[in-house]
């Protein structure tokens, strides 16, 4: 797979100042024919793992060839290294190897990694800038991808894929007719709660449209929310305003509250602490603290 | 009117996830020669009157022959139809048809409508995901469209453009010197107002620069602002945080504060429940309780 | 220099009504084969001075010929001029000539400077609104410079370069081993301070990578901080939550804390008011105030 021209940017810097305008210049710069876009800039400071689920959120939504250039990096300066990788779905990401390609590595497939040699691949006359390498090193290498100026074997030594730095993660499990999950992240805007809980496993509870489900939510192995739920294919399945399990634009299993927001009417997080278990029951009220209607 | 080649994006959905990336790497996919924009993604959650407004507030300035994608849609997965529309100044645009053309309708003219036929116009393998439209049907469609692989006749069977979901409205009238229009939005960055009454309307006043205009607005009846304030053609016509009353870059009737906020400062908000009343004054003071200097 | 078909748009619009995608129509409309990008439309409200800065962080990452539309603009309306001016650098920018070409005129330097004639530089039917010249002027002569359909003989009369509008600003000065500076502006999103003062002076007081630096800090005359930091490459130099001084990314003197926020953490601000001085010390502790470790 070579790569097509197209560069999708994602970082935490936000929009407010000139650092991704910066990041642009130079792809820019380096070849005025390449198409630039963005994912995310508004990834919170730092957080690697939700860089890593915006990533497994989009990546195949593009066409094989684009390079996505992802830069949440606390650890600039650090021995993390700087890699570039070809996904077995054909899509290239250059980043900072910090766990940022955790859920792509588990769930795409890392094809092949090579480390970004910098006396090479770096912006001309940024000896001197050791603070931005989003701009001098990333945007740099990725704009040289995807322009065809070098290919993988430009950007530096290959090394193991199975090596890339993945955080641990726990994968959900059914037992008993008891699915336990974790929460993997927030739909920011509107609340719900993502699952890791894919279509799949979800279908063997035998549960149907209209069905019900007993969810239960922990956190640090404290109960803070108990219900059954109606499961449906839309948010319009329930009123507005009642709770719904429901399967996400990922075909995870989600939790929702029609045009409100779930995670702030009970105070629910994201991350591995953060467990939910779907059992099917046979209606509302039939667990005995559910009493959410729908 | 063909397409040529351009689609605007506009949504509720945010920036800080990967929902409007996947829109974009959908429309990339269905053509890498396709130029990719946006209206805004920060419409509040499911604010259809204000998605429709900012469609009114850029239509125009763009070529015809662009294609508009707008996703506000709380009816995903009710009967709310999805549509394609052509309109009367030769733009198109994607839409649920649930009130976001209520502007267009009514300032430009809808000359074409259809329906999308989702078993043609649909991403494919997005057929278990029901609540993601935007990606997997009406970013499909605009691109589609936009890339002249299909025309209108390809995206649906045709419906009557007279029966275009608009919302009801009333609209601004002048009888004994007196007009009485509504705020039709906030310019939220700057605080001003926003009427839905027309600069040739507001003419039949004869209020000329620098004359003073009584404005007195209400909410659900209750006065909630009454002062004389200048007519001036811009800004700077006033002295720094002084109210004035001019036209606005779409030549209706706005009020706002010099460098101030006037929405913030009196409390006002925006819909048809927000009555604005101008009429001729002899100047500041005229009307008993217009002691705003300017 | 000629324009290559690139325009950059700046303002203090922020992204979320239609007021940046009608700039972006009408340039569109222009000539459909400019490439369209964004600096930041997040500039503080009629912030002039943040305007300049955002500019001198970005204009020399892209390539020269390159046309930048920058709009903040609290003067619409009154006599400030509409100019476009080419940089020293070869760039193109559009803009109020209001102080937002003060840094890029200081750092850079200006080559031509030419007021805009706005009879033939104006939104074909626009000359009713008087409001959003960043629509029907500045991104429609941006436009037609970068589509090559003007030069800017073609934009309007030349005026003196060196008369273009700069803030008074206090150059950073070594004297006695201490270096008095001011803090430029906020790296918002990080909180990390960016002072005036270039790599080349830091560098003659012979601070070491790993050595002490004693920092002061001053508002209208008040010490508001006092202490002895490490100067390092880059953040991880310090422990996290410690403070560093640092050579940011445009090669001047940064104070900041590795992964927290130090203009929130000490209630700095930035602006000629806020003095800031750099010493040579021999340690931690050395300074009676300065017990920050790291």
Same mark, same amino acid.
């Given at each position: 797979m070579t790569t097509n021209g197209t560069v999708v940017f994602q970082s935490d810097f936000?929009?407010?100042?000139?650092?991704v305008s910066a990041m642009y210049g130079v792809a820019n710069a380096v070849s005025p024919e390449l198409h630039l876009f963005n994912l995310t800039h508004d990834i919170p400071q730092f957080d690697i793992w939700e860089? &890593?689920?915006?990533?497994?959120?989009?990546?195949?939504?593009?066409?094989? *060839?684009?390079?996505f250039v992802s830069v949440v990096d606390p650890g600039v300066g650090t021995d993390?290294? &700087?890699?570039?990788?070809?996904?077995?779905?054909?899509?290239?990401?250059?980043?900072?190897?910090?766990?940022?390609?955790?859920?792509?590595?588990?769930?795409?497939?890392?094809?092949?990694?090579?480390?970004?040699?910098?006396a090479e691949n770096r912006l001309q006359d940024s000896q001197h800038s050791y603070t931005f390498?989003?701009?001098?090193?990333?945007?740099?290498?990725?704009?040289?991808?995807?322009?065809?100026l070098i290919n993988l074997d430009g950007?530096?030594? &290959?090394?193991?894929?199975?090596e890339t730095v993945v955080y641990p993660s726990t994968p959900p499990h059914l037992e008993n007719g008891v699915i336990e999950a974790s929460v993997d992240i927030l739909d920011v805007r509107y609340g719900s709660l993502w699952t890791n809980c894919p279509r799949d496993l979800f279908a063997e509870l035998g549960v149907k449209r209209g069905d019900y489900v007993a969810v239960s939510i922990t956190h640090h192995g404290r109960t803070v929310y108990g219900n059954d739920l109606k499961y449906g294919q839309s948010f319009s399945d329930v009123n507005v305003g009642a709770s719904i399990v429901y399967i996400n634009s990922l075909l995870?299993?989600?939790?929702?509250?029609?045009?409100?927001?779930?995670?702030?009417?009970?105070d629910?997080?994201? *991350?591995?602490?953060?467990?939910?278990?779907?059992?099917?029951?046979?209606?509302?009220?039939?667990?005995? &603290?559910?009493?959410?209607?729908?």
């Open positions: 936000g929009l407010v100042d000139g650092a860089a &890593s689920y915006r990533l497994i959120q989009t990546v195949e939504y593009w066409a094989p *060839g684009t390079v993390r290294k &700087s890699v570039a990788v070809l996904t077995d779905s054909g899509h290239y990401i250059v980043t900072p190897d910090n766990g940022t390609l955790t859920h792509v590595a588990q769930k795409i497939g890392i094809a092949r990694r090579h480390e970004i040699e910098e390498h989003g701009r001098d090193v990333y945007a740099y290498t990725g704009a040289r991808l995807a322009a065809g950007v530096g030594p &290959s090394l193991p894929a199975s995870n299993v989600g939790v929702a509250i029609n045009q409100g927001n779930f995670a702030r009417a009970h629910i997080g994201a *991350g591995t602490e953060w467990r939910i278990r779907f059992q099917k029951t046979v209606g509302p009220g039939a667990t005995p &603290s559910g009493r959410e209607d729908s």
